[in-house]
């Protein structure tokens, strides 16, 4: 099979379904100008391989024309043109859905149409009419709240009819679309809450909704709060250019959210046709709701919707082709990126940590804080939220008692960090030289090190990690105070430590909740945003700028220091692997898919704000298949027994921490096979 006909690059085969907002040409009550603006859009969406096309409210009829919509010539002109559109749709991909007044039993009502390949599926009723301020529907319109499990005519074709539908791909278990219509999500309980509690994936809203200074505010915060509290993706396509400004003028707003996840919006105030798209992860959906048992009951407390709702199957018939992939991945997914934000979400991050030490602080009501102190990323970030705390609690940052430790690969690059680091930091410093009582222990073990013999294996590595923590929980007693722990998320995914008397003990871990990644961007954030003296920046940002090493094996011959990603990976990776895996629960092959895109091309997509140029990798397919199986042994394989066995420590990002009283709860004796089986399996090899 040859890479571009492989599975593996379609959307499709991942749970994710395309979807678009469009805006389309509208002429004020020209049914013929808008059927043919609405099928344009259909073709172009077709092209664009979209999966569902939400349209504006009213759409083939225009939402403005007041008492034209009782018109009987209107109404006629209206069935007409959808017979048209159902026609168009024969050879077109998208599920479409339109907005059109329908007569039913001598009431009309302002509905949403869904129509696939030549068939009409089913009418949606408004359920909520404005009729306040601007808006006087109720003129003109029958409420559609109570309409359910009935059927319409339209034309010569007989449909379901109600509130109570849901339109299913019978090929695609993800896609199912549940619609409203404007003013409906205005409503304390918007209909669409019922519609997704019975199932519905992707909720659709048909707007014609006016604008006015501050309104595009509102949609937001209503389209974000629904597709957050329903747990769904939420379509909003509101009516453009063209539509009547006798009274009112409209903006064509366009946008996509997922789980509150703004996705894409459109331009607004476009005099041409607006295509607002996005892959919307169906799958993210259902896994969230699997998770979130309050979803379940409130199912359940509403009656059990999915036992009266009718869903309304189609085959879809997607290609399953390498279409791309039309939506933002974050490289970084636990580093904070919103622009407008960014400084408030570090300050959170890094308060997190401060103030859970804080705590911790006050309840032991300790004499000292004990830190070893190395010169890398994790001990430096550790005594900077330490000095931090202190200063917060008026305490003296001598109150730190930091100690570096040098062992038998230490460079003086790194000790000499670490000495800058606590004299600029103003904390009690002192340096106990590991190697005399390390080379006694291998000694007594009959280690061939000892006898001068290279031999740089595993014990060589834990007997310095673990007279490092023995030394502090020691001086710890000694000195009235508690071992703060250094270790990161990373590492405890990865079992990058040493167990028990190593670095994955301490009293508490500060860093536990905290990735290597965002250790690196928090760092960073505290010399731009001047938490720290010039000094301390100067030194963080020499920290910043080394690469990672454990320096427990002396340099080769060739002067090349241990690197620790080397040997497990890229953390920028590994990070992105673990958010996938333990935030979503995402197979193997979905998370090599979307590593894939996010990190296949520099160029393409967004850095974290200031990130430096130096630093900006990207991974081939090949590579990202390499350490995610290497990611997927060490996590599910083999490194639980150290993460069963964690110390307190504070969780920072929602993306997960691993705690065994929190977030993760694992066996400490699993195999790994079910997910390097899938991986292999459904992942190129290149």
Known sequence: MSAATHPFYSIHAH????????????????????????????????????????????????????????????????????????????????????????????????????????????????????????????RWFANGRQIQGLEIAVGDETVPFGTDLIFAASDLPGFRVAIEICEDYWSPIPPSTYAALAGATILANLSASNITIGKSDERHLLSRAQSSRAVAAYVYSASGHGESTTDMAWDGQGMIYELGDLLCESERFALHPELCLADVDCDRILSER???????????????????????SFDHRPSFADVGLAR????????????????????????IQVDGLMRRIESTKARSLVIGVSGGLDSTHALIVAAKACDRLTL?????????????????????????????LGITAEEIDIKPAAMRMLEDIGHAFADGEPVHDTVFENVQAGLRTDYLFRLAGQHGGFVIGTGDLSELALGWCTYGVGDQMSHYGVNAGVPKTLIQYLIRWTTRTDQFDRETDAVLEDIVGTEISPELVPPGADGAIQSTESIIGPYELNDFFLHHTIRWGQKPSKVA????????DTARGKWPLAFP????????????????????????GFSQFKRSALPNGPKVSAGGALSPRGDWRAPSDAVADVWLDELRAKVPES
């Open 15 to 138: 749970g994710l379904v395309r979807v678009a907002a469009s805006t389309p040409q509208v002429r004020t009550a020209d049914v013929i100008f808008n059927r043919d603006a609405i099928i344009a859009e259909a073709r172009r969406a077709h092209d664009a391989h979209v999966d569902l096309l939400v349209y504006p409210e009213l759409c083939l009829s225009s939402y403005a024309i007041d008492d034209l919509h009782l018109q009987l010539a209107m109404q006629d002109a209206v069935e007409a043109a959808v017979a048209d559109v159902v026609a168009a749709s024969c050879d077109l991909g998208p599920l479409l859905l339109i907005g059109a007044p329908l007569r039913h039993n001598g009431r009309i009502y302002n509905c949403a149409l869904a129509i696939h390949r030549g068939r009409l599926l089913g009418a949606v009723p408004k359920s909520y009419l404005p009729n306040y301020r601007e808006f006087y529907e109720k």
């Open 290 to 312: 699997m998770r979130m048992q309050t979803f379940n009951d409130a199912a359940e407390e509403a009656g059990r919707p999915e036992d009266h709702f009718r869903v309304v």
């Open 328 to 351: 933002p991945v974050r490289r970084f997914p636990f580093v904070p990126n919103r622009p407008d934000k960014l400084d408030e979400d570090c300050y959170e991050a890094f308060n």
């Open 396 to 424: 003296p940052r001598t109150t730190i008692r930091g100690y570096t430790m040098p062992g038998f690969a230490t460079s003086e690059g790194t000790k000499s960090n670490a000495w800058r680091l606590m004299k600029a």
């Open 593 to 600: 898919f979307l590593a894939y895109h996010a990190w296949r």
């Open 613 to 636: 140029e130096d630093a900006k990798h990207a991974y081939d397919l090949a590579t990202i298949r390499h350490w995610l199986e290497n990611f997927l042994r060490r996590f599910f």
